[in-house]
């Protein structure tokens, strides 16, 4: 007989849960289904086909016949290729997203029809959703007491594996995909181009190696520096396992603050799937958002007037990844500055970064815009230029991805409007008075805040 290890969010061989299951020859398959490849930005659809290469490449070198490649539903394609290779079991990593979820319970059906056994036998985090509780059993609302638990946990280890592989059906041809909206970027955060298990493998060794993970807590919010892992497309695509990163930059670095995250983003949108495009706090549905499309063109395109969030959008168009620090800083003018919807801003994000992760993506962009899992979160505005003044100190990160400010020395670049030549080369001026737009922003979750307490009084 015959296991089936079908990938999703898994592309590498080594630890991997699933493969460590299978004491059977192994069919290696991936589906791609039309579904995820459509709703996937081009750069993140380009990332998705290259790790496959890399994958394949791999399960020949390690004496398999490569990927199996099916084009389709899962739905009808799993108890397919179970029939025809003589499966009797599919074992897979678990896949916690609401689509996802949706998706394993109508194939497992369809399996169970057709006499095959589905299994879960790994996760993409160190420990799921629903395993984090309170001591009442209960699921955390806030990070910090979920930290509190969830750092006390033992660290799950590598897992190894030595699988037999065999491909008894021809693959599909991966597509060509058509260019993304992304030109090659020499930017480090993108790795240099480099995809897959091995290249995951050497960024997490350099990390860990160079010093960057032990400085990790100083330098991860400088634009300026390479203080963060650059692995989050590598997590996203399973290249690598939160269980090795662990197991090399060591369980008491600041970083492993970031994997905790990580999975308490996902255990809130596996417990509130509707948290993807829905306000967590329900009482700030009654946000007087605007719908001025103009304004939300102009924070996208990277021309609001001011040179830290214009680097970020910058930084994303052209790369495919925007530095996290940056990602808080656009989404905070964007919700309270511009008082545009939060949901706007996730969409773009999740279009053109290569990382991008509904759970990670959609409570990150709550959380600045005030509507997810905080206590008091409303106040929270950040003020652009103080944050680049701060986290860009000598302005590098500016003149890097703003030309038209590249003349202006040092900190200069952060206030164009102050200097003698600050608009000589075309650089636009500020959309909105962030005093003026933090002021009417403050008034209108006031506002909300107190019309829902009086409604409960």
């Known amino acids: 007989m015959v296991d089936i290890v079908w990938f999703r969010r898994d592309l590498r061989l080594g630890d991997n849960g699933a493969l460590a299951a299978a004491d059977q020859d192994v069919v290696p398959l991936f589906v791609l289904d039309p579904v995820l490849l459509t709703s996937a930005g081009g750069v993140r659809r380009e990332r998705l086909l290259a790790s496959l290469r890399s994958l394949d490449s791999s399960i020949r070198e390690s004496g398999g016949a490569g990927l199996l490649i099916r084009r389709g539903d899962p739905v009808d394609v799993l108890p397919a290729v179970a029939g025809e290779v003589g499966a009797d079991r599919v074992l897979v990593s678990g896949d916690y997203s609401p689509f996802g979820l949706r998706r394993d319970r109508r194939v497992a059906e369809a399996l169970s029809v057709a006499e095959v056994a589905m299994a879960s036998r790994d996760t993409p985090y160190l420990h799921p959703p629903a395993t984090v509780r309170k001591g009442d059993g209960g699921p955390f609302s806030v990070f910090t007491p979920y930290w509190r638990v969830w750092s006390g946990l033992s660290v799950p280890a590598p897992v190894q594996s030595s699988p037999r592989f065999v491909t008894r059906l021809p693959p599909d041809d991966l597509p060509s995909d058509a260019p993304s909206r992304h030109p090659p970027s020499d930017d480090r955060s993108l790795g240099d181009g480099a995809v897959g298990e091995a290249a995951a ?178 106040y929270r505005i950040f003020n652009p230029v103080l944050q680049g003044e701060r986290f860009d100190p000598d302005g590098a990160y500016v003149r890097r991805w703003v030309p038209e400010l590249a003349h202006l020395p040092g900190r200069a670049a952060h206030t164009p409007w102050d200097q003698p030549t600050g608009y000589d080369h075309g650089y636009p001026r500020r959309m909105v008075d962030h005093a003026r737009a933090r002021d009417d922003a403050l008034d209108a979750y006031r506002a909300v805040k107190a019309a829902r307490e009086r409604a409960t009084t």
Request: aromatic fraction near 12%; charge should be negative.
């Open 201 to 378: 493998l050497a960024t997490l060794t350099g990390f860990a190696d160079s010093g960057a993970a032990a400085r990790y807590d100083d330098d991860r919010n400088r634009l300026d520096l390479p203080g963060t892992s650059q692995l989050g497309a590598a997590l996203h695509f399973g290249e690598i396992h939160p269980r090795t990163v662990l197991a090399h930059v060591g369980a008491d670095t600041a970083f492993v603050r970031q994997m905790c995250w990580r999975d308490f983003y996902a255990d809130v949108l596996y417990r509130r799937p509707d948290a993807a495009w829905h306000n967590v706090d329900r009482r700030f549905d009654a946000l007087p958002w605007r719908d001025d499309r103009s304004q939300f063109d102009t924070w996208c395109a990277g021309r609001t007037g001011y040179p830290v969030v214009d680097a970020g959008m910058r930084q994303l168009a052209q790369s495919g990844w925007m530095h996290n620090r940056a990602r808080m800083i656009v989404a905070s003018f964007l919700t309270k500055d511009l008082l545009l919807p939060w949901q706007w801003g996730a969409r773009w994000f999740l279009d053109h970064l290569v990382d991008g992760d509904v759970a990670s993506n959609s409570l990150g962009w709550q959380w600045c815009a005030g509507t997810g899992m905080d206590p008091s979160p409303y």
